[in-house]
């Protein structure tokens, strides 16, 4: 069961196909082109900034992984683990906590010893 921030993530956001949500949609085009004036010239297409996550719901978000704090890094919007190195992307404006989903910053030198024959 979902408790705390979770459950305000999926509350704030409508079901995608649910009976709002086509003016939603709608309503949040009219905001990234400007007035809304229907000319459909599309003229903020391509230089809309990315979403960055809500700052009151940051302090709840760890890393999956190491279930430490991970910080945003607005340049690439991505959540960052500087521990493990890895970072989290943010898509429209939520998060992918999904560790598959992660990439590596840095590569880590192998440890001396691994090696297998």
């Not at 009219?30 to 007035?35: L, P, V």
Request: glycine share 12%; charged share 20%; aromatic share 2%.
């Amino acid at each position: 069961m979902l408790r705390g921030p979770a459950l305000l993530l999926l509350l704030r956001r409508p079901a995608p196909g649910g009976p709002a949500h086509g003016r939603h949609c709608h309503r949040q085009q009219e905001r990234e082109q400007g007035s809304g004036s229907g000319s459909g010239s599309g003229s903020g297409s391509g230089s809309a900034r990315p979403q960055p996550p809500e700052p009151s719901l940051l302090r709840f978000l760890v890393c999956p992984l190491s279930k430490r704090p991970l910080r945003y890094e607005e340049a690439t919007n991505e959540l960052i683990n500087e521990e493990l190195g890895i970072a989290y992307p943010i898509i429209d404006g939520i998060p992918n906590m999904v560790p598959e989903a992660a990439r590596m910053t840095h590569k880590k030198a192998p440890a001396e010893g691994s090696e297998q024959p």
